[in-house]
């Protein structure tokens, strides 16, 4: 008797996983189990529009319309808490045991905590929606905020902070803002326009003392000075969520780790999106753990073809955007696998490093400029990195040559 | 009454392109397939509101420039995630090397 999928995590992955079982016209029974109270929802959001308008509107994934229509049980406010691999049962926090046959671990991440005393109500994260609606019940005129972590969740918050009046400082412990990924003419762009718009950003900044009285924080910083602030938003990271793929004993490497068809170290167990780590051919193999809208989209299709038997390996290339004031950031591949840079103008201030191995291979492209003037070149830029082309820098370069152009090269 | 309106001249849009086209506060997209035909759908995507005229067309497929939602743009069908709501399509003609879209009736 078929027993049916179960999914727990019902995040974009989970909530994505959940529909392609449908669009592939899996019949049996669909168990989709998350902790928090709402449908599964789209985060990026969180940190952009939604926190600018009045009141955050949560951007649902499929409507409880979508989900009944198509038999998706979705279970909400109900944490996994253990799984039987033997007898292929999870257990949840209400004591109910969903069945599987497959089972899918959508778990996510969840924010690093900031290691030190002092912290209270006054000092937040932000990851779900709960914690968009209670920051954004702080941001306005004449409030102050104070960002620690200029990371992209920090620096997009800390740009609709602004367009809301609030005063808004940024403090990161590293000696520039986006360290981890963006190469450093790109950051410089993004600390310059948040300056612009009257952002104070503090790098190089490590934090001695926290204290959170509940009605403000004071935040002592090593180099002398204290900050004080109505909110304390901190974006330092994410860690995957394990704990239930570790307890039942499974294999966990920088996240649950996966095989390139994104099965745990149990053939029944897969695993996906932001709490997985999965080896990606086009570097070699090299294992990689990513924070990534759009991965976590792929490999929850992915997931759910391979939970059905298909058999497929995770290829897509690794591709992150962000939005900040009018511009936006377009990362496609692994910047650190590059050992030089080729610049191309794009006009208006919009500009695209592409990054090249020792071999010539291109391994990735970062793109900023206002609106959508990346978008396309970055791209055919994700396709070519695909192919492990090796382009000539001089056609990368010139504004005359086209990248679709190399494409077909 | 049928309303064709001039969108640009043909030779404007590249093979296998698109061009952003607005008349009467809407804003439009028009293409030219890989197959020298013309096409027009609702400007924007319908997942956030984006023009569509910023993505990539790779065949029949219109790839929207913030988060790759893909839409048929000959027919306008939704064609993968985070894109579930299809566009409007209109009808195009060339005559006399300009494009020409009815968007009204
Ligand atoms: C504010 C913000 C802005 C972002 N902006 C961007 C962006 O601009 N671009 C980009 O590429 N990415 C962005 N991201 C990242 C992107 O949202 C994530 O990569 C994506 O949400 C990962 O999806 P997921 O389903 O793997 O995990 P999640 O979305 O985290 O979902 C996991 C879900 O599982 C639940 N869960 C965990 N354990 C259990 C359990 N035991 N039982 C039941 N439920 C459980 C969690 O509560 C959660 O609801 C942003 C993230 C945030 C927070
Ligand atoms: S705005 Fe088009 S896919 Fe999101």
């Not at chain 1, 198509?70 to 944490?79: E, Y």
């Not at chain 1, 029944?268 to 991965?295: K, M, T």
């Not at chain 1, 910047?335 to 201030?349: A, Q, T």
């Amino acid at each position: 008797m078929t027993k049916g999928m179960v999914i727990i995590g019902a995040g974009e992955c989970g909530g994505r996983a959940a529909l392609a079982l449908r669009e592939l016209g899996y019949d049996g029974p669909v168990t989709l189990v998350g902790d928090e109270p709402h449908l599964p929802y789209e985060r990026p959001p969180l940190s952009k529009d939604a926190m600018v308008a009045d009141a955050p509107l949560l951007k649902a994934i499929a409507s409880e319309a979508v989900l009944a229509e198509r038999s998706i049980r979705h279970i909400h406010s109900l944490q996994a808490v253990a799984i039987d691999r033997a007898a292929h049962v999870v257990r949840l926090s209400d004591g109910s045991v969903p069945t599987y046959d497959k089972l899918l671990l959508a778990t996510g991440s969840v924010p690093r905590k900031l290691p030190m005393p002092g912290l209270d109500g006054r000092c937040v994260y932000l990851r779900t929606f709960n914690d968009a609606l209670a920051i954004r019940a702080h941001l306005s005129a004449g409030n102050r905020i104070a960002i620690i972590g200029g990371g992209f969740i920090g620096l997009e918050l800390a740009a609709a902070a602004r367009r809301l009046g609030a005063a808004v400082t940024v403090i990161e412990a590293q000696p520039r803002i986006l360290m981890r990924g963006v190469p450093a003419e790109i950051a410089e762009i993004i600390h310059q326009a948040h300056e612009a718009e009257g952002v104070k950003i503090l790098c190089g900044e490590g934090i001695a003392a926290i204290a959170d009285n509940g009605a403000e924080v004071r935040i002592a910083l090593a180099g002398g000075h204290d900050i004080v602030a109505d909110l304390a938003v901190i974006g330092i990271g994410a860690i995957p969520v394990t704990g239930l793929a570790a307890e039942a004993g499974l294999i966990i490497d920088n996240g649950i780790a996966v095989d390139a068809e994104l099965r745990t170290s149990d053939p029944d167990i897969f695993a996906a999106g932001d709490c997985c780590s999965f080896p990606l051919a086009i570097y070699g193999g090299r294992r990689v753990r990513l924070e990534a809208w759009r991965n976590a989209q792929e490999q929850g299709a992915l997931a759910a073809r391979n939970m059905l038997g298909a058999g497929e390996a995770h290829a897509a290339v690794p591709w992150f955007w962000s939005d900040q004031y009018g511009l936006t950031l377009q990362i496609a591949g692994l910047s650190d696998e590059g050992r030089s840079i080729v610049r191309r103008e794009l006009g208006d201030g919009a500009f695209i490093l592409f990054h090249l191995a020792e071999d010539g291979r291109l391994v990735a492209a970062s793109g900023i400029g206002p609106g959508n003037a990346v978008a396309r070149d970055v791209r055919l830029a994700e396709m070519l990195i695909a192919k492990q082309a090796k382009p000539a820098p001089e056609a990368l370069g010139s504004q005359t040559v086209k990248l679709k152009s190399l494409l077909a090269a | 009454m049928s309303n064709w309106v001039e969108a640009c001249d043909a030779g404007d849009i590249d093979e296998e392109d698109v061009m952003r086209f607005d008349h009467g506060g809407r804003t439009f997209a028009v293409y030219r397939s890989p197959d020298d035909e013309y096409f027009a759908t609702d400007g924007l995507c319908t997942h956030e509101k984006v023009h569509l005229a910023d993505g990539l067309v790779m065949d029949d497929i219109i790839e929207c420039p913030k988060h790759n939602g893909r839409f048929n743009y000959k027919t306008g069908a939704a064609r993968g995630a985070p894109v579930c709501v299809d566009l409007r399509t209109y009808p195009v003609k060339v005559d006399a090397g300009k494009v020409l879209v009815r968007i009204g009736w």
